[in-house]
C-alpha cells in the first residue's frame, strides 16, 4: 500500500508515513494507547504518503488483541479510502459554489424587487388621481410582501417551509407602517408559530395583506382610534388564520 518493499521501514520513524497531520506522532501514540486502553479499539482517517510521493488516505483501525503465546497484540487494519474523499472534496466544492451562486441569484432577484418598488412608488407620487395612485400604492404593496416572504424562505434552515410567526408578524408591521401613517391604529398580534410551505404562505401573505390595507383605509372613521387584530393557530387541522378591526 505504501510502496515500500518488505523490511525497508524497519527502524524508521513513523512519521514517514504521514503526510499531514494536525497532531504530532507523540500526540497520535498517546492518543490511541489512551483509546486501546478505555475503549480497546482506536480509528481514524489519515493522510499518508508513499515511497514514491504520492499522497493518499487511508482509514486505520486499531484494536487490543491478546495472544495466548505474545501477550498484548495490536491488530491494525487499513483501507485505501482515496477515492471517497476526493469525491468527498469534490462534492464540498460544488457545495460552496452552489452556495455562492444562490448568494448572488438572491440579491439580484432583491435588488430587482426593490428596483420595482421604486419604481411604482416613484409614478404614484408623479399621479394626482386617487384611483390611480391607490392602485400602484396597492402594487407595491403586494410586491413588498412578496419580497419579505422570498427573503424569509431564503434565510430559513427549511428550504420549502417558512415560520408563521416571523412571517406573518414581520408582514403586518410592515403594512401598518406603510398604511396606516394618518390614522392612529393599534395593531395586536396572536400569532403562533410554525410552519406552512412557502407556495401557500405566498397566497396567505397577499390575503392578509388585501384584508389589512382595507381596514385600514375603510374600516375607521378619518383620524378616529381604531384596533386590528391578526391571529395564526394551529390548535386542530385546518390551520385558522384570523384577521380582524
Known amino acids: 500500500m505504501f510502496g515500500y518493499d518488505h523490511g525497508e521501514l524497519l527502524g524508521q520513524h513513523v512519521s514517514i508515513l504521514n503526510a499531514k497531520s494536525e497532531k504530532t506522532p507523540q500526540e497520535t501514540a498517546q492518543e490511541i494507547l489512551l483509546e486501546l486502553k478505555t475503549r480497546n479499539h482506536w480509528s481514524c482517517e489519515l493522510m499518508n504518503i508513499k515511497k514514491d510521493g504520492t499522497v493518499f488516505w487511508t482509514r486505520s483501525d486499531i484494536s487490543m488483541i491478546s495472544h495466548p503465546l505474545y501477550g498484548e497484540m495490536w491488530l491494525t487494519v487499513q483501507e485505501d479510502i482515496t477515492t471517497n474523499r476526493l469525491q468527498q472534496e469534490k462534492i464540498k466544492l460544488l457545495l460552496a459554489e452552489k452556495e455562492i451562486i444562490l448568494k448572488e441569484s438572491h440579491h439580484r432577484i432583491k435588488n430587482n424587487m426593490n428596483t420595482i418598488a421604486g419604481l411604482l412608488s416613484l409614478q404614484a407620487a408623479s399621479l394626482c388621481e386617487p384611483s390611480a395612485v391607490a392602485a400602484l400604492q396597492g402594487a407595491r404593496d403586494r410586491l413588498n410582501s412578496m419580497m419579505l416572504l422570498y427573503d424569509k424562505l431564503y434565510r430559513s434552515e427549511k428550504v420549502f417551509e417558512v415560520s408563521t410567526g416571523e412571517y406573518l408578524s414581520e408582514l403586518a408591521d410592515e403594512i401598518m407602517e406603510n398604511v396606516s401613517r394618518k390614522q392612529p391604529i393599534e395593531l395586536e398580534k396572536r400569532i403562533d408559530d410554525f410552519l406552512i410551505s412557502g407556495a401557500t404562505m405566498f397566497y396567505i401573505g397577499i390575503v392578509v395583506n388585501e384584508l389589512m390595507t382595507?381596514?385600514?383605509?375603510?374600516?375607521?372613521?378619518?383620524?378616529?382610534?381604531?384596533?386590528?387584530?391578526?391571529?395564526?393557530?394551529?390548535?386542530?387541522?385546518?390551520?385558522?388564520?384570523?384577521?380582524?378591526?
Open 214 to 245: 382595507n381596514a385600514i383605509k375603510h374600516a375607521f372613521s378619518p383620524g378616529a382610534q381604531g384596533r386590528i387584530s391578526i391571529e395564526a393557530r394551529k390548535r386542530d387541522q385546518p390551520v385558522k388564520i384570523l384577521v380582524s378591526d
